[in-house]
């Protein structure tokens, strides 16, 4: 049995993180780089070899563009249409704990850009829009999608079950 599911949330989820690893991607070679040349205009607000190379760009000795591919490469799995489709409660529990994550790291990266280090990334903010709307969409998805699919992973029968049984009384 398949789980039922928003139409939009499958090919939505997996656009976001192609388009999250692309560009992680981009900015670990970029880290890597021994000249990096970032894409991106240098003004007083927006600088990116600033962002990338202070010491907020590393989290234990790992370059956070590195974490950045990672976290993609562990959510474009979960976020296949195949993923949403599965009758495990795994997929979208460890979906939306990865992405609870993720946005817990996006606010410490965004703080971290306006307060501490006082210029953003271009390239560092596309990643965090694009973490943030996956968190968004999975959170849609549960919202919006009907009360028997959501109660079909717990052991509990649905919450209108009585009421239905109860209508003809």
């Known amino acids: 049995m398949s789980r039922t599911t928003t139409r939009w949330a499958p090919l939505t989820s997996t656009v976001l993180c192609l388009a999250g690893l692309g560009t992680s991607a981009y900015l670990t070679v970029e880290h890597y780089s021994t000249s990096p040349s970032y894409a991106c205009p240098v003004s007083a607000t ?6 990338t190379t202070s010491s907020y760009s590393e989290l234990f000795g ?3 563009a590195l974490l950045g591919l990672l976290f993609f490469l562990g959510m474009t799995p979960l976020c ?19 992405l609870t994550l993720g946005v817990a790291f996006v606010i410490y990266l965004v703080w971290a850009e306006l307060f ?5 990334c271009l390239w560092c903010t596309g990643v965090h829009a ?14 919006l ?3 028997e ?21």
């Open 62 to 64: 790992i370059p956070v």
């Open 145 to 147: 999608r009907p009360i």
């Open 149 to 169: 699919a959501v109660d079909s992973t717990s052991d509990l029968p649905p919450r209108n079950a009585g009421r239905v049984a109860n209508k003809g009384r």
């Open 130 to 143: 694009m973490t943030l709307a996956l968190f968004a969409v999975v959170v849609l998805d549960t919202a």
């Open 80 to 98: 296949l249409p195949i993923a949403w489709r599965w009758d495990n409660p795994w997929p979208p529990r460890l979906r939306l704990a990865g």
């Open 46 to 51: 927006i600088n990116c070899i600033k962002v």
């Open 116 to 120: 501490r280090i006082e210029a953003i």
